[in-house]
């Protein structure tokens, strides 16, 4: 992800979809977020945010293994836009490679702290080998470890993103190699720079998704590269839809393209080409889109990062802190580069300092997920049909999700329990909202909160 034509810069060219805007005809099913759900939901009862908490996530663009992105990328760009000054840094001083000492290092204090998120793999980094094959540069066993210290280490707690094929020229997907001509037309981060079909998009993600399910990785979704699909932004919507279904067979497939980092941006989850609510085969894209720009090392990893920016140390300013008080998910955005930082680690160590005055100021109010976590939950959380039949509510969802919380107006509960299908389970109280979790509730003085694990389809909420 880079400046040029970057997820930075919000489109503003005559007929572009920013964040959801169709583009003429050609994204009829294409929605925008907006208050109400599409399905239909009892006026009396809102979904919450999971545990009644906000959402906590973090976004990690250019990462693969052992290839730094910045020493590779650098010149590849520079020979496309050789006019940008960003191009003629000393790149050859830089790291050629992020070690995996980094990235367990990273994954290891991560996972202490309970931090989720999203990590990407790009499956050809920078042209410089396939990572189902070969990494020249590199032993085969480093490249194997690398791959396995991934899977072990960090799909637990982060989905793994193509971020398209190489991240810097485009492969012509039926030789393996790199179109001929270098310029902006044969970068990932412009491409296409004309009109494409769905299904040929398709087939370009569905080549990533493809090495990186040879390497045994899991996936749900794809990231793009900077701009790539700016002009085609319905298309590729529906074509990551198409290729994730299609590579993985997953029921929900998300993408990360869009930064909304405006005070007065809404940061929560899109569906978009919705189709099939009220059937047995419901298809949507979920566009989870970040919060904050990279504030931390850059994708170059030679920025002084500004954590504040994020939280300040004692967790009372800062984008992430007013997402927090507004209840909308706070996402926040890195490069790999910029949490090595050329070797200096300074992005890492700004992001801890973010990390700990968070878990500081707002430990019991925030929730840390993965990407795909959230974009499962605001499926739900929209696409849930809700009624209400006198002490009794029928919930039928087409996503299951975890910890789906709901707030009864004006109801007081007694003997709460979940029914799905055959199986029967009372609910727990708890004594303060804080203690939600799954198969709880909370009762305060007017109205009644509860968070069950929401299965797929039909589930009903009862009490005396």
């Given at each position: 992800m880079k400046n040029h034509h970057s997820r930075r810069t919000f489109l503003k060219t005559g007929g572009a979809l920013i964040a959801g805007h169709s583009i003429g005809?050609?994204?009829?099913?294409?929605?925008?977020?907006?208050?109400?759900?599409?399905?239909?939901?009892?006026?009396g009862v809102s979904v919450l945010n999971p545990r009644d908490r906000v959402p906590l996530s973090f976004i990690v663009d250019d990462s693969t293994c052992l290839v730094n992105l910045g020493y590779f990328c650098?010149?590849?760009?520079?020979?496309?836009?050789?006019?940008?000054?960003?191009?003629?840094?000393?790149?050859r001083s830089w790291p050629r490679e992020i070690p995996d000492a980094f990235v367990r290092e990273f994954g290891e204090w991560c996972a202490a702290h309970g931090v989720k998120g999203k990590y990407s793999?790009?499956?050809?980094?920078?042209?410089?080998?396939?990572?189902?094959?070969?990494?020249?540069?590199?032993?085969?066993?480093?490249?194997?470890?690398?791959?396995?210290?991934?899977?072990?280490?960090?799909?637990?707690?982060?989905?793994?993103?193509?971020?398209?094929?190489?991240?810097?020229?485009?492969?012509?997907?039926?030789t393996g190699r790199p179109f001929p001509g270098v310029g902006a037309h044969n970068i990932e981060n412009s491409w296409p720079q004309e009109k494409k079909s769905v299904d040929e998009i398709a087939a370009y993600i569905a080549y990533a998704l493809r090495i990186l399910k040879n390497c045994d990785l899991p996936c749900e979704g794809i990231t793009t590269p900077g701009g790539m699909g700016n002009l085609v932004k319905s298309e590729l919507s529906l074509a990551v839809q198409q290729a994730?279904?299609?590579?993985?067979?997953?029921?929900?497939?998300?993408?990360?393209?869009?930064?909304?980092?405006?005070?007065?941006?809404?940061?929560?989850?899109?569906?978009?080409?919705?189709?099939?609510?009220?059937?047995?085969?419901?298809?949507?894209?979920?566009?989870?889109?970040?919060?904050?720009?990279?504030?931390?090392?850059?994708?170059?990893?030679?920025?002084?990062?500004?954590?504040h920016r994020y939280a300040s140390n004692d967790a009372s300013s800062g984008r992430l802190v007013d997402l927090i008080k507004r209840g909308q998910p706070a996402i926040m955005l890195c490069h790999w580069q910029g949490m090595y930082s050329n070797g200096s680690k300074a992005g890492?160590?700004?992001?801890?300092?973010?990390?700990?005055?968070?878990?500081?100021?707002?430990?019991?109010?925030?929730?840390?997920?993965?990407?795909?976590?959230?974009?499962?939950?605001?499926?739900?959380?929209?696409?849930?049909?809700?009624?209400?039949?006198?002490?009794r509510l029928e919930l039928d969802s087409p996503f299951g999700t975890n910890a789906f919380t709901l707030r009864i107006a004006n109801t007081k509960l007694t003997s709460p329990r979940v029914r799905t299908g055959e199986n029967t389970s009372m609910l727990k109280r708890v004594a303060n909202r804080t203690g939600l979790s799954n198969n709880t509730w909370y009762q305060d003085e007017d109205d009644a909160l509860v968070c069950v694990n929401l299965p797929r389809r039909k589930t009903s909420i009862e009490w005396t």
């Open positions: 005809n050609a994204a009829s099913s294409l929605f925008t977020r907006k208050d109400a759900p599409y399905a239909e939901q009892d006026p650098t010149p590849q760009f520079g020979a496309a836009f050789p006019e940008r000054e960003v191009y003629k840094k000393d790149w793999i790009v499956p050809n980094p920078a042209c410089v080998g396939w990572l189902d094959r070969e990494l020249p540069g590199w032993t085969r066993r480093e490249l194997r470890d690398s791959l396995k210290l991934v899977r072990e280490l960090m799909v637990p707690n982060w989905d793994i993103h193509p971020e398209m094929i190489t991240h810097t020229r485009v492969i012509d997907i039926r994730v279904r299609d590579v993985y067979q997953v029921d929900l497939p998300h993408y990360f393209k869009y930064v909304h980092a405006k005070a007065d941006e809404d940061v929560q989850p899109i569906m978009e080409h919705l189709s099939g609510l009220g059937t047995d085969d419901v298809r949507v894209t979920v566009n989870v889109p970040c919060a904050t720009g990279d504030w931390f090392g850059g994708w170059q990893g030679d920025r002084v990062p500004k954590g890492f160590i700004s992001f801890q300092k973010v990390v700990t005055a968070l878990h500081r100021g707002f430990r019991d109010e925030t929730i840390w997920m993965k990407v795909s976590e959230i974009g499962r939950y605001w499926a739900a959380k929209d696409l849930t049909t809700i009624q209400r039949l006198g002490n």
